[in-house]
T-cell receptor, first 110, second 114 residues
Framework: GESVGLHLPTLSVQEGDNSIINCAYSNSASDYFIWYKQESGKGPQFIIDIRSNMDKRQGQRVTVLLNKTVKHLSLQIAATQPGDSAVYFCAEGSNYKLTFGKGTLLTVNP | DSGVTQTPKHLITATGQRVTLRCSPRSGDLSVYWYQQSLDQGLQFLIQYYNGEERAKGNILERFSAQQFPDLHSELNLSSLELGDSALYFC?????????????FGPGTRLLVL
């Protein structure tokens, strides 16, 4: 069946370093992928998305990489800041719904 | 601010009671989605409405129901509440329907059942 999972439940980085958050998916029919950021006590916030006809997409300080061969998605955050501390979810889209992974907690140390 | 609003922000009630959670989607969005988030289950899809009609169902209990009104706001009704229903309930909206659209989330309603 469908599943979206994260390799690491927690990630701790130093301020200024680059962060990489990984996500595996199993539904080869998924063709839309989103990364969300959820700060404590708030709703998930859209960060960046990518469609399966692309393998890379860049935003402001963030890059999403999609490797369809191994069904892997990653979110790279450049020059990580304390404000980036949050839980990050990947989600895969196909047909009528998004399926969310459980999330990775990113902690940025000053 | 995503443009999606939810009320109330917090809700404390007792087992066996019934509550109603309200969501207003972003202006122009036709789809509304409801999710439950608990510590051990992550973000669980409950139900989707598109332009007033139920579009998709996820892991929604029979004690729970939802509807979308002509003005596109939505309500999630939770009845015969149990302790295990304590969770964050999020509403999200998207412009149309389908799993290939960005969903924008509201701030959530934190429900505590005592």
């Amino acid at each position: 069946g469908e599943s979206v999972g994260l390799h690491l439940p927690t990630l701790s980085v130093q301020e200024g370093d680059n962060s990489i958050i990984n996500c595996a998916y199993s539904n080869s029919a998924s063709d839309y992928f989103i990364w969300y950021k959820q700060e404590s006590g708030k709703g998930p916030q859209f960060i960046i998305d990518i469609r399966s006809n692309m393998d890379k997409r860049q935003g402001q300080r963030v890059t999403v990489l999609l490797n369809k061969t191994v069904k892997h998605l990653s979110l790279q955050i450049a020059a990580t800041q304390p404000g980036d501390s949050a839980v990050y979810f990947c989600a895969e889209g196909s047909n009528y719904k998004l399926t969310f992974g459980k999330g990775t907690l990113l902690t940025v140390n000053p | 601010d995503s443009g999606v609003t939810q009320t109330p922000k917090h809700l404390i009630t007792a087992t066996g009671q019934r509550v109603t959670l309200r969501c207003s989607p972003r202006s122009g969005d036709l789809s509304v989605y409801w999710y439950q988030q608990s510590l051990d289950q992550g973000l669980q899809f409950l139900i989707q409405y598109y332009n007033g009609e139920e579009r998709a169902k996820g892991n929604i209990l029979e004690r729970f129901s939802a509807q979308q009104f002509p003005d596109l706001h939505s309500e999630l009704n939770l009845s015969s509440l149990e302790l295990g229903d304590s969770a964050l309930y999020f509403c999200a909206s998207s412009e149309n329907t389908g799993g290939r659209e960005t969903q924008y989330f509201g701030p959530g309603t934190r429900l505590l059942v005592l």
